[in-house]
């Protein structure tokens, strides 16, 4: 089991010297003991040289069974040293591109500062990650549906309000609008590729749906929002991710008392690694941080 240690630790680290420094051991101690562990198994885990450290297919589908066993000592170790020891060990973070720049962006540097001895891996990423075979601590994203059942630990972070906006300069120049209807004599900056029709809903609950012109497409937040600015159109963006421009004034929220829908962030883990200390206080950190 030492082993089989200091391999998932080598792996975190992307390296025997960076497992070294966090361990205080030799890097030769844990080469040589990873290479036992090898000849043991009879199989190679990693293909390594003086210049890279990549897991072989066989490494990876070992580490992904090796890391759970080590979850399940750093639990049980964590949770006894818990009164007198801060939280520590690896905790991997996925995020999608909007979601790091928008949210995590500020908090998880201090979530570092709060806990020095706590390593975050983060990878920002918009494609599908599995948070199992992928070792995934903690998967944060956004959603228009509710989530189907995974048997994941799903946590509410944001629901967070559609709205339109637009530069002053586009309002100025364009005509008056009081209603979504008004929109349709309007130039639109789509924020889907399927332009799909804009569905409002006022504070009343009485809805519309809309097509203004198409003026500009794009399916990433920052690029609707530059497109916006620069007086293009009118977009359908998250609340949250134009909070400085609508303080500034560089975008004005168009028709306040309709939104367009909603976006609901959520918070996804295993059971099992919601149980580690670690974790667990990334979780109710981003909970407590995020949550509105």
């Not at 944001?158 to 309007?186: F, Q, R």
């Not at 949250?240 to 939104?259: A, K, Q, R, Y």
Request: glycine content about 4%; proline content about 5%; charged content about 20%.
């Amino acid at each position: 089991m030492n082993d089989v240690y200091l391999f998932v630790v080598a792996v975190e680290h992307q390296g025997f010297s960076a497992a070294a420094k966090q361990l205080n051991l030799p890097k030769s101690t844990i080469s040589k003991r990873v290479a036992i562990l090898e000849n043991k198994l009879g199989l190679t885990l990693i293909h390594r040289s003086s210049r890279s450290f990549v897991l072989s297919e066989s490494g990876k589908l070992f580490y992904q069974h090796a890391k759970n066993a080590v979850d399940e000592f750093r639990y049980a170790e964590e949770n006894l040293l818990i009164q007198q020891q801060e939280p520590s060990g690896v905790v991997r973070l996925s995020a999608s591109v909007p979601i790091a720049q928008y949210l995590l962006s500020d908090c998880l540097p201090e979530l570092a500062e709060r806990y020095p001895k706590l390593l975050l891996q983060v990878e920002v990423t918009d494609r599908y990650v599995d948070v199992m075979s992928e070792n995934f601590d903690i998967v944060i994203r956004s959603h228009f549906q509710p989530l189907p059942d995974s048997g994941l630990i799903q946590r509410v972070l944001k629901n967070d309000k559609i709205i339109a906006v637009a530069a002053p300069t586009y309002l100025m120049k364009s005509a008056p609008i009081h209603t979504p209807e008004d929109l349709l004599k309007h130039e639109g900056i789509w924020p889907e590729l399927q332009m799909n029709p804009w569905y409002f809903q006022n504070i009343n609950g009485q809805k519309e749906i809309v097509r203004p012109n198409i003026r500009f497409v794009a399916n990433e937040s920052e690029i609707l929002k530059g497109a916006a600015k620069r007086g293009l159109g009118i977009t359908l963006l998250p609340e949250t991710f134009c909070m400085n421009e609508l303080s500034e004034g560089s975008l004005i929220h168009v028709l306040p008392d309709w939104s367009a829908g909603s976006v609901t962030t959520s918070l996804l883990m295993l059971t099992r690694r919601g149980l580690l200390p670690s974790v667990n206080i990334t979780a109710d950190f981003l909970v407590e941080k995020l949550k509105t």
